[in-house]
């Protein structure tokens, strides 16, 4: 599985206009239904699970990323969109270091395994110094789709 698989390009923001963790994971799941990647009608419920998630655990794991991710029946295909910023995110992430990346991926419900590794694709890279320091860096759509093109690269390289 490769992150341009997932990733769709068109839910790339590089300049979230949100500071915080709720309405980041509503500005990036409405970039995801302008897209027709997610069904408007859905829009509400998958937010709720995705900060009833958050309220869980924080999906910020540290180093200034977060991965948001929720399952749902009406989840047709795995999906990802990823938001940029700048000034960073409070995710109440597990180093208390805002976030400046997010990947957020929707799943369908019945596919577990699907589901797991795209999760397993994501942190591999987002474990990657390099990997998130231009990820941080990229200042248009374009930047974070080769940055996504050439991790997918390497990863097929070894």
């Known amino acids: 599985m490769k992150?341009?698989?997932?990733?769709?390009?068109?839910?790339?923001?590089?300049?979230?206009?949100?500071?915080?963790?709720?309405?980041?994971?509503?500005?990036l799941i409405d970039t995801l239904v302008a897209t027709g990647a997610l069904d408007a009608g859905i829009r509400d419920e998958v937010l709720a699970r995705l900060i009833e998630r958050e309220t869980k655990g924080s999906t910020g794991f540290g180093r200034g990323v977060a991965v948001p991710h929720a399952k749902h029946p009406g989840v047709t295909r795995l999906t990802a969109a990823v938001g940029l910023s700048g000034r960073g995110i409070d995710f109440s992430a597990l180093d208390k270091q805002p976030v400046y990346s997010v990947f957020l991926l929707l799943s369908p419900q019945d596919q577990p395994e699907e589901h797991l590794q795209a999760m397993e694709v994501i942190f591999k890279n987002l474990s990657k110094d390099t990997f998130r320091r231009f990820l941080r860096q990229a200042q248009s759509v374009e930047d974070v789709?080769?940055?996504?093109?050439?991790?997918d690269t390497q990863q097929l390289s070894g």
């Open 145 to 151: 789709r080769t940055l996504l093109e050439e991790a």
């Open 3 to 27: 992150l341009t698989e997932i990733v769709v390009e068109t839910a790339i923001i590089p300049s979230l206009a949100s500071v915080e963790r709720d309405g980041v994971l509503g500005e």
